[in-house]
């Protein structure tokens, strides 16, 4: 089964603990929107002992390759196979 990796752009603001609303936008792989927005929501939570309630999402977009601008996103997209050992 071969599933194509998609990559997202998700922007927001998080809820920092003083009231302070903090904009984001994320560069993220995942095979669906739903994928994208729990990662998103687990990271930034994780990073910042953020509840979800606190991370407010305000768009999720389907970007192509060249629009990247995370290097590590464009050097995981450049692979061409990934050969894992038992």
Same mark, same amino acid.
């Given at each position: ?36 927005? =729990?990662? %998103?929501?687990?990271?930034?939570? &994780?990073?910042?002992?953020?509840? !979800?309630?606190? +991370? =407010?999402? %305000?768009?999720?977009?389907?970007? &192509?390759?060249?629009?990247?601008? !995370?290097?590590? +996103? ?13």
């Amino acid at each position: 089964m071969h599933t194509a990796v998609k990559v997202f752009r998700v922007k927001g603001f998080m809820k920092l603990r003083g009231g302070e609303k903090i904009p984001f936008s994320i560069e993220t792989t995942a095979l669906t929107r739903d994928h994208a927005v =729990e990662k %998103i929501l687990y990271e930034l939570g &994780s990073r910042h002992k953020l509840k !979800r309630k606190h +991370i =407010e999402i %305000i768009s999720v977009d389907e970007i &192509s390759p060249d629009e990247v601008s !995370r290097q590590e +996103i464009r050097d995981l997209l450049a692979i061409d196979k990934l050969v894992v050992f038992e």
